[in-house]
């Protein structure tokens, strides 16, 4: 018996023991909840980690959504992986578990372009720059410039008292910027013609200026195996006529930040460039930096850039950074994009008096830090017709849809926007600002107008005449038309979305329309028209702008019926002749 008893006091004890013991660990565990709910900075030796990556791709210096990025801890993946790199803003982002990663970079045609290893212990921020020079998506950069062991000058050499030359390579242009860039002096070159220190040689006893000489670019060309040097220094420039024949040049690639010597394909130019496509590159300057010249007095047309991206400091424009003397564009376009401090223009920095722009395009997005920026030129002094921008324009004060300021001795006919502005002060669908002097007729905007009260439909301050242009853009502050100097503003018409009265109109020496009135100027006893529209009757609306164009401009300006804007028929400036009343 006793011995039976110890046996079942042995197995209480044990029951008891145990019972003890869970009761203990939920002790324990409930204390652990409790200090780790009071002490949430805690963290335990061996806890997880989660970092952020930030991916920035970059193409011709700009970033660029047209990739996937993803990452995964195993080399050599081609699918299946363990994060996909979501764009928002300019970025490539995600959240992932420290550790190490590969991080994979796909181009718009599927193909891998990048493969890096990340060791991902803190918040990543990585930025990747690729280069497109029309063969290809590279992120390796010319690390040479042209010339010698590269450049050709054997088309020249062979003849060089000829007046026509053909050039049908990146090494034969390369060659035309050594013999220029020259000026007076020796050239040595091989027996294929390729620039060298030593071998057969020329005697330039006076610069090649190539002046009343025309070269004849023969086949597209590919200029991306070198960084480019501008054809012409600040001594010896090109004077001839560049004839392109619609050929194509990739890969301009120059790397100057800060410089004040004019880049471009050209530095600058008192010749003609006809005919030349730019297409896939890359330009980094200071001051004075186009695509085709950093400045130019000679005449430019029948010309694009399609691709060649710009950054710069100031005086940047889409073609030339400067236009100045005489010099012409003519029938041109840009659809590249660019950025600087300030003084940006689509296709110039600056058009000087006597200068002209006519049929002028621009498609490529501007970004300014600071001032004065247009969607043709930043500064107009000369005269810009039968032109527009469809680019987004952004920048702080003085921005217009064709030219930052239209100058005293601007002249801006024929021409509109339909690209968004933004910025804070002094900024119209036209011009920023409109001088004294200068002259806006037959230009109308469409674009949306983001700025402050100092905003204009047509320009963000108006000190010269404004006649016979319209706004159909939305305005989020400032007026219709312009500000300031309402005098100057004549036969103009805005699109408002109510009515509005008829002593407003008058003061405003402009019309309003499309909220149930077509209203008209009685400004100074002046009566041109009216007719009462419905609000719901726009056919009606049209034909009585057509019946007032037919009547007012004649063979001039078209409105038809149907038609949402005016058609301007002219190809010079219009003067509507006064009604009395």
Known sequence: MIGNMEIINKRTTGKTSRANIIYMFFCVVFFSLVIALASPSFVHANAVSFYDVSVTITVNGFPNENFDAYLDSEENQIDDFEYQLGYVDGEFLTEVLDGSYYLYIFSESNQIVEEILLEINQNIFETIEFYDFGEGLTEETPVETWGIGSANIGWYVNNPSSSEFHISSGADLAGLAAIVNNGAGVL????????????????????????????????????????????????????????GGGNTINGVYINSPGSTFPQG????????????????????????????????????????????????????????????????????????????????????????????????E????????NNIIGGISWENQGYIKDSFNEGRVLGNSLLGGIAGINGATGIILNSYNEGDIQGNSYI??????????????????IGRIDGDITSGGIAGTVNSNVR???????????DPIGNESADYISYCYFLSEEDTSEEQNTKRNAFSFEGGAYRVNAFEQ????SQVVTADDTTLLSSALHD??????????????????????AKYSVNFPFVQG
């Open 428 to 445: 119209g669908g036209i011009a920023g600002e409109h001088q004294s002097g200068g002259i806006l007729d037959n230009s109308y905007n």
């Open 548 to 569: 007032w164009a037919e009547a007012e401009g004649g063979d001039y300006i078209s409105w038809k019926e149907g038609d949402d804007l005016p058609e301007f028929l």
């Open 526 to 529: 002046y009566i041109i028209y």
């Open 188 to 243: 040595n070159y091989d027996a294929l013609g390729i620039l060298s220190s030593t071998g057969n040689f020329i005697d330039l006893t006076t610069p090649e200026s190539f002046i009343g000489d025309v070269i004849f670019i023969d086949n597209n060309i590919f200029l991306g195996d070198y960084e480019w040097i501008p054809i012409g220094t600040l001594t010896d420039i090109f004077e001839g006529t560049l004839k």
């Open 362 to 369: 621009n498609y490529g997005s501007i970004e300014g830090e």
């Open 468 to 478: 016979n242009c319209f706004n159909a853009g939305q305005i989020l502050l400032g």
């Open 265 to 360: 394909l050209f530095s600058a130019i008192p010749g003609d460039i006809e005919n030349v496509i730019l297409d896939k590159g890359y330009i980094n300057g200071g001051e004075n930096v186009g695509a085709l010249a950093g400045g130019s007095t000679g005449k430019i047309y029948d010309s694009r850039n399609n691709g060649v991206n710009i950054i710069g400091d100031s005086y940047i424009g889409g073609i030339t950074g400067v236009l100045s003397g005489e010099g012409e564009i003519l029938r041109t376009y840009n659809s590249s994009s660019f950025y600087g401090f300030g003084y940006i223009g689509g296709l110039t920095g600056i058009s000087g008096t006597n200068t002209v722009i006519s049929d002028g």
